[in-house]
């Protein structure tokens, strides 16, 4: 018997995971800032994600690198963003 592989490919870092009570941008931010990165399929499955994402990008909370090639792009928070982390409660990793 000829033993079969196979890829299982991830897309996803955890944006689209969010529990509804956890979704605010400031955890968005932690999240990025914990996985440094995010995918075009996360980062659109949803009208709130894909608003909130068009948001930080408009407040430059954060950059976007899309040098990594489709469907992936690298992410720095900027120093408003990282204020905005500081000024909320919940400092910290976010758990999907």
């Known amino acids: 018997m000829k033993e ?3 890829y299982l490919c991830s897309f996803s870092v955890g944006l689209d995971e969010l529990p509804r009570k956890k979704r605010t941008r400031e ?7 914990d996985r440094g ?5 996360e980062a659109t499955s949803n009208a709130w994600i894909a608003e909130t994402m068009d948001s930080l990008i408009r407040e430059k909370l954060i950059e976007v690198d899309n040098s990594p090639g489709f469907p992936w792009s690298n992410v720095r928070i900027t120093a408003a963003g990282r204020k905005d982390i500081e000024a909320t409660p919940g ?4 758990t999907a």
């Open 27 to 33: 955890n968005v931010l932690r999240l990025l800032l």
């Open 37 to 41: 990165r995010f995918s075009v399929f």
């Open 91 to 94: 400092n910290g990793t976010v």
């Open 4 to 6: 079969q592989g196979g």
